[in-house]
C-alpha cells in the first residue's frame, strides 16, 4: 500500500498549484482520503478531506473557499486544487487514507501516508 504525493513547487501569494495524490497496491474506492500539512516547528494540521463515493467534502476553516479537494476512484487518485495561495499556506503537504468510508479529520483516524510534497508561498 503506497501514497505518493506530488505537485508542490514554489509560488507567489494569490497563485495556484493542483497537488496529486496517487495511491497503488490496493483499491482505495472504499477509503476516505485527506490533506494534511506541516510547517516547520508546528504539528501536523487537517486541511480537507473527502468521503470514499466523494460525495461529502470538509475542509479546515483556513483554507475554506480556496482548496478544493476531489478524487477519481477508477483512477486512484485524489486531488487538492490550491487557489489563492497565502505565505501562511507554506508547509509540507502530505495525503492519507483511511481504512474506513467516512471522514476524518485528525492524523490519528488514518492507516496510510504519503511522502509529503513541499508547498511554498512567497509574498
Known amino acids: 500500500v503506497q501514497l505518493q504525493a506530488s505537485g508542490g513547487g514554489l509560488v507567489q501569494a494569490g497563485g495556484s498549484l493542483r497537488l496529486s495524490c496517487a495511491a497503488s497496491?490496493?483499491?482505495?474506492?472504499?477509503?476516505?482520503m485527506g490533506w494534511f500539512r506541516q510547517a516547520p516547528g508546528k504539528e501536523r494540521e487537517f486541511v480537507a478531506a473527502?468521503?470514499?463515493?466523494?460525495?461529502?467534502?470538509t475542509y479546515a476553516d483556513s483554507v475554506k473557499g480556496r482548496f478544493t479537494i476531489s478524487r477519481d476512484n477508477a483512477k486512484n487518485m485524489m486531488y487538492l486544487q490550491m487557489d489563492t495561495l497565502k505565505p501562511e499556506d507554506t508547509a509540507v503537504y502530505y495525503c492519507a487514507a483511511r481504512e474506513a468510508v467516512r471522514i476524518g479529520v485528525n492524523p490519528y483516524e488514518y492507516n496510510y501516508w504519503g511522502q509529503g510534497t513541499q508547498v511554498t508561498v512567497s509574498s
Open positions: 473527502i468521503t470514499w463515493s466523494g460525495g461529502r467534502t
Open positions: 497496491g490496493r483499491t482505495f474506492s472504499n477509503h476516505a
